[in-house]
C-alpha cells in the first residue's frame, strides 16, 4: 500500500521550510519564476513569514517527506478582487510523476473557488510538462508574453492562462 499524499496550508511559523524549498526552486529552474535566487536568498526570515501570512501556499506532503509548494495571491485593490494568482509551483524532481503536481493544482483551485471568479498564471512556453498540468485543469490560454524574462543572456516567452469559475 501506497502511503497517500497529503496537502496543507504552510503556515508563518514554517518559514524556514518554505525559504528552503521556494530557493531550491529558484536555484534548479531560474527560467520558470519571475524571482531570482540571489535576491530572495538575501532576505530575511521574517520576509518568507510574512509572505506566507499573506499568500495561501500550499504544500504536499508524502508521510514526513514535502514534495512541492503551489501558491495562492489574491489581487488587493477593489477593482481586482475577483481574481487571483497561482504561483510558486514546484515539484521536487524525485516527486515527479507521483501526482504531487495534481494535487497542488487542486487544492489551489479549490482554495480559489471560495474567494475569486477566475484563477491566473503565467508559465513558459518552454516548460510543457507544466503546460499540460494546467490544461488537464481547465486553464486556457489568454495571451503570450515575448521575453518574459531574461536568465543571463537568453530570454524566455510565457503563456498566460486562466480558469474562470
Known amino acids: 500500500m501506497s502511503i497517500p499524499i497529503v496537502v496543507r496550508r504552510l503556515l508563518p ?8 524549498i521556494r530557493l531550491e526552486a529558484l536555484q534548479a529552474h531560474p527560467s520558470a ?3 531570482a ?13 510574512q509572505t506566507l501570512g499573506d499568500n495561501a501556499v ?3 506532503w508524502r508521510a514526513a517527506d514535502l514534495l512541492g509548494i503551489a501558491g495562492y495571491h489574491r489581487e488587493p485593490t477593489p477593482k481586482q478582487r475577483h481574481k487571483a494568482l497561482l504561483w510558486t509551483m514546484y515539484v521536487r524532481e524525485t516527486a515527479r510523476g507521483s501526482g504531487a503536481a495534481d ?3 487542486e487544492a489551489v483551485i479549490a482554495h480559489a473557488r471560495t474567494e475569486v471568479e477566475a484563477l491566473l498564471l503565467a508559465v513558459g ?3 510543457e510538462p ?3 498540468l494546467y490544461r ?3 486553464f486556457v490560454e489568454y495571451g503570450r508574453e515575448p521575453q518574459a524574462l531574461k536568465v543571463g543572456d537568453v530570454y524566455y516567452d510565457e503563456i498566460m492562462m486562466r480558469l474562470a469559475f
Open 13 to 20: 511559523t514554517e518559514a524556514e521550510l518554505f525559504r528552503a
Open 33 to 35: 519564476f519571475g524571482a
Open 37 to 49: 535566487l540571489e535576491t530572495e536568498a538575501g532576505k530575511p526570515g521574517v520576509w518568507f513569514a
Open 58 to 60: 500550499f504544500a504536499a
Open 103 to 105: 494535487t497542488l493544482v
Open 125 to 127: 512556453v518552454h516548460n
Open 130 to 132: 507544466a503546460c499540460r
Open 136 to 138: 488537464r485543469h481547465g
